[in-house]
């Protein structure tokens, strides 16, 4: 490009040379994918059609993957302390869950109206259940 067309500026050999990679690629999806990027320079141009030919050949590829299976026992240990760490944290869980059902908030300023006295609720008051 530097010899065809000295006299003319840098922006225009990047231009004519980003236009004749893009006209020289033969796969026609390529080609047309990139020619609508609209690419000003020949780096950008082969940048992008290499990412849309990457593309392109890993979703072919991705129909035909068979999954990995795991033949040493490292896999396993992890898997296990994966597990034993799960366990734990819903015992745990399990556990916090439980006592905050048995403990009710209480409000050590409340005043149940019936007896007038301080921390503690209808369900609770000791009066009420003393003279029924």
């Known amino acids: 490009m530097s010899l065809a067309y000295a006299?003319?500026?840098m922006d225009v050999r990047e231009s004519l040379a980003a236009q004749y990679f893009v006209d020289a690629i033969r796969d026609e999806d390529t080609q047309h994918s990139t020619?609508?990027?609209?690419t000003k320079?020949?780096?950008s141009a082969l940048a992008y059609s290499m990412k849309y030919e990457a593309a392109k050949t890993v979703s072919k590829?991705?129909?035909h993957v068979r999954p990995i299976e795991i033949e040493n026992n490292a896999g396993k240990e992890e898997n296990?302390?994966?597990e034993s760490l799960l366990n734990k944290l819903e015992k745990l869980f399990n556990s916090s869950v439980a006592g905050k059902k048995n403990t009710h908030r209480?409000?050590?300023?409340v005043t149940y109206w019936?007896?007038?006295k301080k921390g503690h609720l209808q369900r609770e008051c000791q009066e009420i259940t003393s003279n029924q």
Do not use: E, G, Y
């Open 61 to 63: 590829t991705l129909r």
């Open 106 to 109: 209480r409000n050590p300023n």
């Open 7 to 9: 006299k003319s500026s």
């Open 35 to 38: 020619r609508l990027m609209d």
């Open 80 to 82: 296990d302390k994966f």
């Open 114 to 116: 019936r007896c007038n």
């Open 41 to 43: 320079d020949l780096k």
